[in-house]
């Protein structure tokens, strides 16, 4: 079992500095993206299960923020290898952190398991929760998100719109184009609709900027990004914003090992070969070298995307 799930902080486009807490292990998730920055999925799971006890995840968080300082965290994020409302104790380890801390919680979800109540209840302790909507139409849904076959769309989107009207905590949404798949206006239109009937905070419009799990995947033109924006605002008026750069080099991490602090962050959260570097190198490291030796170590692998460079953690092979 890995324990080392909680990593950062880390600069975020949305939170600012967050602590990340990786609550499931790699792959498990209801989803397979195209373009996931860590990989297609390996687990394929619907049913919320335990996969680690809550209490752990609870102490590691709290002594990773006492260890980090409060006043050096904006969140802590639960923002896995894979989908965070799967745990089962989901609702417990918020509630856990939020008793023994001062942070603000948030919550990065796909939404595939919103239409379950229990997983409604667990969310609503949380500060934040940020949630995927990628498509509205059957197919092109099927063709980004590749779900879990037992799921259906319109209960997914039902049950974004009912946890939106239960939930009191700020909701934002992130929707990623992709060259040829979700791009069109039609669809662009029908994904702005939806959002306009959520209580929204803020609706992201994304690209991938990290390498994608599928190696065809490419960003949506820069045109396009903007048509998508224009079309947003007409719905959301001022709560569209683009979220489409990198978020900088400024990543921390409060483990005692700085190499096994920078595979923790990259197990979710893959970084520019230049960034990693400076993350090495402000530890006392010779970074190229400690990037050499976890290649022949099989830990990591380099991989470029759009003419960076990006330091990626092994995949693991489906066992």
């Known amino acids: 079992m890995n324990t080392n799930i909680v990593f950062g902080p880390v600069p975020s486009r949305r939170l600012g500095r967050s602590v990340g807490v990786n609550n499931i292990p790699y792959k498990h998730c209801t989803y397979s993206c195209v373009y996931c920055q860590i990989g297609r999925t390996l687990k394929f799971e619907v049913n919320r299960r335990k996969y680690y006890d809550p209490e752990f995840v609870i102490k590691s968080v709290v002594q990773y923020v006492e260890k980090t300082g409060e006043a050096n965290i904006d969140y802590v994020t639960f923002v896995p290898d894979g989908e965070p409302t799967l745990d089962i104790n989901l ?93 069109s206006v039609e669809e662009i239109t029908k994904i702005a609709e939806f959002l306009s009937r959520l209580r929204l905070h803020k609706a992201y419009i994304a690209v991938p900027t990290r390498p994608p799990a599928e190696t065809w995947v490419k960003p949506a033109t820069e045109d396009t990004i903007l048509n998508a924006h224009e079309i947003f605002s007409k719905f959301l008026k001022q709560r569209a914003e683009l979220l489409i750069s990198y978020e900088g080099s400024l990543f921390e991490n409060a483990s005692q090992d700085p190499i096994q602090g920078l595979l923790s962050i990259i197990s979710v959260h893959p970084m520019r070969i230049d960034y990693a570097y400076k993350f090495l190198s402000e530890r006392g490291y010779e970074p190229k070298e400690v990037i050499e030796q976890l290649i022949m170590e099989n830990k990591v692998v380099l991989k470029k995307y759009r003419n960076y460079e990006f330091v990626i953690l092994k995949t693991k092979k489906k066992t």
């Open 91 to 183: 609702g417990k380890e918020i509630s856990g952190i939020k008793d023994e801390t001062k942070i603000k919680i948030a919550v990065i979800t796909n939404g595939s398991l919103l239409f379950l109540e229990d997983v409604r209840e667990d969310l609503m302790n949380a500060d934040l929760v940020s949630i995927k909507v990628d498509a509205i139409s059957e197919e092109i849904f099927k063709k980004i998100n590749r779900p879990h076959p037992k799921l259906n769309l319109q209960d997914i989107l039902q049950g974004i719109l009912t946890f939106s009207e239960e939930y009191e905590g700020i909701i934002i949404t992130e929707s990623m184009f992709v060259n040829g798949i979700n791009d």
